[in-house]
């Protein structure tokens, strides 16, 4: 074979090859944008019937963007439910337990990891064994404790079972497991406590398994619907979930439009902490998945 | 000096050292001790009292028979002879299976799908673009979703069966037939939740090294080939942790058939949650509703377990 019958032969695999790779990467990006309507579409309509007016709801083809803005929903359901109570014990509650989680979290997390002592190993088992133990197994007993504190009905019945974390530590242990113990052993060869050692040293180094942490909390207990249905029973006490709920059970179907104003008011507070710290919500999915 | 001597000496004054150093060692490590013990101390008394404690409480409890109201009465395995001839319950977890089942196989089989295709994507721009739009649906709550998905399958007004009937398909029966309003809810949930695996799946993808798909192109691999024969197999250990996650997450599904249908039509939609609350917390048989949390708890073991030693042919470990 000369090198030009091998040029050409090359050359015709190659105009034989390119067109198929380019048909493939049309149909993925086709996919791809069906996928996205279908992720997207929901949301959309959401929001486009929020800002239309109760009667108009329900028309169909809907109106992907309305002409005429209507905010009315959004007072409406201010005046309809007390969601401003709602979305004050649904901040309470996921902040309280954010805070709560980060501090017995990164406590417990580094002693795992970095100090020695007995029956560590053991201890550190049943925490991950309970780790595998579903919600549903343990609430009628957390039910009867939360009674037997006098916390029924309350807001400190969703918080205070949910200060401390397997999860959450395991984490956060597994953070403070790839750090250098050299640090630390310098540290307190200049003098320095074991707890100025976690606290000057280890802890600030954390900051972003601390993030991760306190971004998965804030996502699972922001939308949490199953303790607060068990645990609250007056008005008062709901948190946004459970509130948006009960608002569609008492509106019926003549506001949907307020009743979907009430579920984008709810997910603001997620939207708007996903766009600043997005890559801790990617960090939280990835976290669990140790390999 | 000769040798022996030397390592007398040596052997003397580091036996003298260590002596020395005896008392203050273990002082210290008693100290790191009562250090740690200190530190786990809030997390340990909080997980005691809320999870470890419950978790034997709860298996106490199903050998019990409780009203709240009247003193707890021991029966044995009552509840469980009970559960195994209790249709309805049993029903429950047969849907749990069903909807499971549905739930992990699309939601793995699309998340694969879509992450293969982001990740094949040039331009680091549009992938962070999908990448947002895919994790979307994972910011709205399980209540608000089941709320305006509750909406869209409504099988007079929905939108859906509006698009449906324009392209010249009839109208379904969305959450009023028993094998729709099952269907309806693996769609929800996998609507939701495919972002999940997306994420997972992008992530291991970007992770599989340049020169092995290089090489594999070399030797002439296609596109369908490459992805059968080494980004499946080398991501396989995230698939089955994705796989694992997703299915005892499916088990537990409460909020969307509990808003949506209230577990109907009939018991269609009743899952083994809804069937443990409605026991427990509307008729108060805390005993009996026990004994069906347990036995949601050994199914959800046993199916990991399945699932691990099936991986253990399938996984492929680098």
Known sequence: ?291 | MSTATETRVTASRAKSLRAARRPGARRAARREAVFGYLMIGLAVAFVSVFTLIPILVSLGLSFFSWDVITPPQFVGFKNFTRLFSDGQVLSSFGVTIVLAIGIVVLQIALGLLLAVLVNNRKHKWTKALFRTTFYLPLLASTAAVSIFMGYLFDAKFGLINYYLNEIGLPSVPWLVNPTTAQITMVLVVVWQQVGFTFVLFVASLTSVPTDVLEAASIDGAGPWRTLFRIKVPLISPTILFATVVAMINAMQLFDQPFIMTKGGPGTATTTATISMYQTGFQNLQFGYASAIAILLLVIILIVTGVQFLAARKLVFYQ
């Open chain 1, 1 to 291: 074979m000369t090198t030009l019958e091998v040029e050409s032969t090359l050359r015709e695999a190659g105009r034989r090859r390119r067109p198929i790779v380019k048909v493939g990467s049309v149909v993925g990006m086709i996919v791809l944008i069906i996928g996205v309507i279908f992720a997207f579409g929901p949301l959309l309509w959401t929001l486009s019937t929020s800002l239309r007016t109760p009667a108009e709801a329900f028309t169909n083809p809907p109106q992907w963007i309305p002409t005429d803005w209507d905010f009315g929903n959004y007072v409406a359901v201010f005046n309809e439910i007390p969601i401003g109570q709602f979305f004050l014990n649904s901040v309470i509650v996921t902040v309280l337990i954010v805070a709560g989680q980060t501090v017995t979290c990164t406590l417990s997390g580094y002693a795992f990891a970095m100090v020695s002592f007995p029956a560590k190993n053991t201890i550190f088992g049943v925490f991950l064994a309970t780790m595998m133990v579903p919600l549903q197994t343990i609430i009628i007993p957390v039910f009867i404790i939360v009674r037997m504190f006098g916390l029924s009905d309350s807001l400190s019945a969703l918080i205070i079972p949910a200060l401390g974390s397997a999860f959450g530590t395991f984490l956060m242990r597994q953070y403070f497991m790839q750090m250098p113990r050299e640090l630390g052993e310098a540290a307190r060869i200049d003098g320095a406590t074991q707890f100025g050692v976690f606290w000057h040293v280890y802890a600030r180094m954390a900051s972003p398994a601390i993030a991760t942490l306190a971004i998965l909390n804030f996502s699972g207990f922001w939308a949490e619907f199953y303790r607060p249905l068990i645990f609250l029973n007056s008005q008062s006490n709901f948190t946004l979930p459970l509130g948006l709920v009960g608002l569609q059970g008492n509106l019926g179907t003549g506001s949907i439009s307020v009743v979907l104003a009430g579920v984008i008011l709810a997910m603001i507070p997620s939207v708007l902490l996903f766009i600043f710290a997005q890559r801790y919500f990617i960090e939280g999915v990835t976290a669990g998945s140790f390999r």
